[in-house]
């Protein structure tokens, strides 16, 4: 996930282009230019709606309020100054999952079992996105992790197999990590055992995804419900989101 002062970086990598071709008056300008030295502005001019500012930044174009605060970026609005996307949030408070329609008993439980924070994941053993994300959660410390298999077999065809062989296993999540961070293939021996020795709950979770319009994977449920579709890069990032920060 990319943080607003990721999103300045790379604009400031992009070369400056000629000088402003504003048509605004040029107090504003300096007004907005001055909230917002790093990004290099091309040119600043009016917009069809009232208060509202096109920036112009290499060959992409924002949008800002007077005071420079706000930007509009691919239709999602950014705090500046709380460093914070403010749609993601109303996205999130908007869709919020009831914790307690989660049916827990059928995730692999993993992380800091006696821990008071929790989070969900919906997981697919071959999406590479999900790999990353648990190759993450080994840095996150005091946390419980409720991991729900959801293989997405119109894209990975071999994920509905190793889904089930994890399952299956005498250890859960450890099986989980040998398939997603190692490389083990689910092979027919194991997939034959684990069809014989249980039945997954695979069916079940695809329905709770599919009630709760989780389409993709990864997707994680904070303990209060919000919910982020992909995953942070980093643990710190993955801890800060957990403690709505």
Request: charged residues 25%; contains cysteine.
């Given at each position: 996930?990319?943080t607003?002062?990721?999103?300045?970086?790379?604009?400031?990598?992009?070369?400056?282009?000629?000088?402003?071709?504003?048509?605004?008056?040029?107090?504003?300008?300096?007004q907005?230019?001055?909230?917002?030295?790093?990004?290099?502005?091309?040119?600043?001019?009016?917009?069809?709606i009232?208060?509202?500012?096109?920036?112009?930044?290499?060959?992409?174009?924002?949008?800002?309020?007077?005071?420079?605060r706000?930007?509009?970026?691919?239709?999602?609005?950014?705090?500046?100054?709380?460093?914070?996307?403010?749609?993601?949030?109303?996205?999130?408070d908007i869709?919020?999952?009831?914790?307690?329609?989660?049916?827990?008993?059928?995730?692999?439980?993993?992380?800091?079992?006696?821990?008071?924070k929790?989070?969900?994941?919906?997981?697919?053993?071959?999406?590479?996105?999900?790999?990353?994300?648990?190759?993450t959660?080994?840095?996150?410390?005091?946390?419980?992790?409720?991991?729900?298999?959801?293989?997405?077999?119109?894209?990975?065809?071999?994920?509905?197999?190793?889904?089930?062989v994890?399952?299956?296993?005498k250890?859960?999540?450890?099986?989980?990590?040998?398939?997603?961070?190692?490389?083990?293939?689910?092979?027919?021996?194991?997939y034959?055992?684990?069809?014989?020795?249980?039945?997954?709950?695979?069916?079940?979770?695809?329905?709770?995804?599919?009630?709760?319009?989780?389409?993709?994977t990864?997707?994680?449920?904070?303990g209060?419900?919000?919910?982020?579709?992909?995953?942070p890069?980093?643990?710190?990032?993955?801890?800060?989101w957990?403690?709505?920060?």
């Open positions: 996930m990319r607003l002062l990721f999103i300045i970086t790379m604009m400031l990598s992009m070369p400056a282009m000629a000088a402003d071709n504003s048509v605004i008056d040029s107090k504003t300008a300096e907005i230019r001055k909230a917002l030295p790093m990004v290099p502005i091309v040119a600043i001019k009016t917009s069809p009232a208060g509202l500012y096109e920036l112009q930044v290499r060959n992409q174009i924002l949008y800002t309020d007077v005071s420079g706000y930007l509009i970026r691919g239709g999602q609005i950014l705090d500046m100054v709380e460093q914070k996307n403010i749609t993601q949030q109303r996205l999130e869709n919020r999952v009831e914790w307690s329609s989660l049916p827990l008993k059928k995730a692999i439980v993993s992380g800091d079992k006696h821990a008071k929790s989070i969900a994941i919906f997981t697919d053993p071959d999406c590479p996105y999900c790999k990353g994300l648990e190759k959660l080994k840095e996150v410390k005091g946390v419980k992790v409720y991991t729900f298999l959801y293989p997405l077999a119109q894209l990975h065809p071999k994920a509905r197999k190793k889904s089930e994890i399952w299956c296993s250890n859960q999540h450890k099986m989980l990590q040998k398939v997603m961070l190692d490389g083990h293939m689910g092979d027919e021996e194991s034959n055992a684990a069809k014989v020795s249980c039945t997954s709950p695979i069916d079940d979770i695809a329905a709770v995804a599919q009630k709760l319009n989780i389409h993709g990864p997707a994680i449920i904070a209060d419900g919000r919910l982020m579709s992909g995953a890069r980093t643990a710190e990032a993955l801890i800060n957990i403690d709505n920060k």
